[in-house]
């Protein structure tokens, strides 16, 4: 069974900076696109930030220039990191990490971690 544990949330000031990272477990052959989406109250669920295995990036216009989506496919790693500067207080939400298209023995499906909250206060 895939899972997906993030850790690196908390509260900061504006400007402030931090970093989120997930780690995906389980008898993974392969993981397509790993990325970060962000529930804020009363909102939906929006894209942070994704990367391919191949290194590709892609982010919200809203983060762009002050996150940067990193990502380590060492065998038996899977992480994905997400380095966040200059924050804003409207980057607080729940910060989920989702892993796309993971390849097991046997299985192949998407997976959420359980969300991580980052709280900007001004």
């Known amino acids: 069974q895939v899972q997906l544990m993030e850790s690196g949330g908390g509260l900061v000031q504006a400007g402030g900076s931090l970093r989120l990272s997930c780690a995906a477990s389980g008898s993974i052959l392969r993981i397509n696109a790993m990325g970060w989406y962000r529930q804020a109250p009363g909102k939906q669920r929006e894209l942070v930030a994704t990367?391919?295995?191949?290194?590709?990036?892609?982010?919200a216009d809203s983060v762009k220039g002050r996150f940067t989506i990193s990502r380590d496919n060492a065998k038996a790693k899977n992480t994905v990191y997400l380095q966040m500067n200059s924050l804003k207080p409207e980057d607080t939400a729940v910060y989920y990490c989702?892993?796309?298209?993971?390849?097991?023995?046997?299985?192949?499906?998407?997976?959420w971690g359980q969300g991580t909250q980052v709280t900007v206060s001004s």
């Open positions: 989702n892993a796309d298209h993971v390849v097991t023995r046997g299985s192949l499906g998407d997976y």
């Open positions: 990367i391919t295995s191949g290194g590709s990036t892609n982010y």
